[in-house]
């Protein structure tokens, strides 16, 4: 570890610490021409979640969808979400909405097309947007048919 090492002001170093944990330390010198050092240390989670979200429920009316979810049952860092709706019957709809650590795990997808299947999946992941279906952790998708026409007069309302 630290202590085990020659060091030498300005030198990075890092250490294993586990599975996904880093430790890095920068050794800075304090004032010139002294042998005091300040060492700077932090930890780095570099793992994506250990599980897909929890709980994923999808409530639905004739032009809408209330997708609703926990969190992981382990979070390995800040954790967002990536939801994606698909429609299964028709190529009219593919959208996707990202929610942040600390937004609401509730969206309502509206403007959606009466009786027609929508496939529903939600990832949990810590790293970038770009690499969330690679890395992240899905849900299975949950499969849902908007209700008929007339069925239903109101819209999902989150509470």
Known sequence: MLGQENTHPGDTHTHWLGVSTHMHTKIQQ?????HAVCVYLYLS????????????????????????WQLPVV???PTSYLIDVLSLDSEGLNQSVVRGPEELRIVVVSNLTAFTRYSVTVTAFTGPLENARRDGRA???TVIRT???GEE????VIQ
């Not at 304090?30 to 002294?34: R, S």
């Not at 250990?50 to 997708?67: C, E, F, H, K, Y």
């Open 30 to 34: 304090m004032y010139p021409h002294t």
């Open 139 to 141: 849900t299975e998708p």
């Open 75 to 77: 979070i390995t860092g």
């Open 45 to 68: 989670l570099l793992s994506d979640p250990d599980a897909p979200p929890s709980d994923l429920s999808v409530t639905m009316s004739s032009n809408s969808l209330r997708i609703q």
């Open 147 to 149: 209700m008929e026409e």
């Open 153 to 156: 007069h109101t819209d999902p």
